[in-house]
Antibody, heavy 116, light 112 residues
Framework: QVQLKESGPGLVQPSETLSLTCTVS????????VSWVRQPSGKGPEWMGR???????AYNSALKSRLSISRDTSKNQVFLKMNSLQTDDTGTYYC??????????WGQGVMVTVSS | DVVMTQTPVSLSVSLGGQVSISCRSS???????????LSWYLQKPGQSPQLLIY???NRFSGISDRFSGSGSGTDFTLKISRVEPDDLGVYYC?????????FGAGTKLELK
């Protein structure tokens, strides 16, 4: 079945770079697109960006200068890197399998705290 | 960015009852291709959001027919009938018509 699992550090220092990995199973990254979505505690989700099935990428303009999404199809992994982290980047980060106009399957999420 | 406004912020319901949640977008969600990319999600306590409805009224895989979506343009509604304990949590609407995709702030469904 379709599964996505995020992994990465739970604590990041301010001004440092966040690196997360989304490992997928049950589908191919060359057939389906994967998004990154984050959610501050108690707030609504925020769409960050997408790795399209054809290798193209799309980013939220609010984060574009700090964000990079890449993939390794041989390992079934999608990567997120975001630099210059601040305290308001704290929250739960999810990867999702996108469908036209929405996010179909969600990973369990990884909680990231930005603090010194 | 398209702003998604949900009402009410919270809702109390009795088991077996029916509720409606409203979602309004700041711009029309009709895409150039004619589709309307409005989705509904449920986030149960301690869990990830899960997709319930996509393209206004299409139920996602495995979703009960007690959930129904309707609307057009900028005004959309999610109806839940015969509410069960497992339906409790926070409901979000989201749009995928305009970039970046955006979500509402949520409607919390609680037991009366």
């Amino acid at each position: 079945q379709v599964q996505l699992k995020e992994s990465g550090p739970g604590l990041v220092q301010p001004s440092e770079t966040l690196s997360l990995t989304c490992t997928v199973s049950g589908f191919s990254l060359t057939s389906y697109s994967v998004s990154w979505v984050r959610q501050p505690s108690g707030k609504g989700p925020e769409w960050m960006g997408r790795m399209w099935y054809d290798g193209d990428t799309a980013y939220n303009s609010a984060l574009k200068s700090r964000l990079s999404i890449s993939r390794d199809t041989s390992k079934n992994q999608v990567f997120l890197k975001m630099n210059s982290l601040q305290t308001d980047d704290t929250g739960t980060y999810y990867c999702t399998r996108a469908l036209p106009g929405g996010e179909g399957y969600w990973g369990q999420g990884v909680m990231v705290t930005v603090s010194s | 960015d398209v702003v998604m406004t949900q009402t009410p912020v919270s809702l109390s319901v009795s088991l077996g009852g029916q509720v409606s949640i409203s979602c309004r977008s700041s711009q029309s969600l009709v895409h150039n291709n004619g589709n309307t990319y409005l989705s509904w999600y449920l986030q149960k306590p301690g869990q990830s959001p899960q997709l319930l409805i996509y393209k206004v009224s299409n139920r996602f895989s495995g979703i009960s027919d007690r959930f129904s979506g309707s609307g057009s343009g900028t005004d959309f509604t999610l109806k839940i009938s015969r509410v069960e304990p497992d339906d409790l949590g926070v409901y979000y609407c989201g749009q995928g018509t305009q970039y970046p995709p955006t979500f509402g702030a949520g409607t919390k469904l609680e037991l009366k």
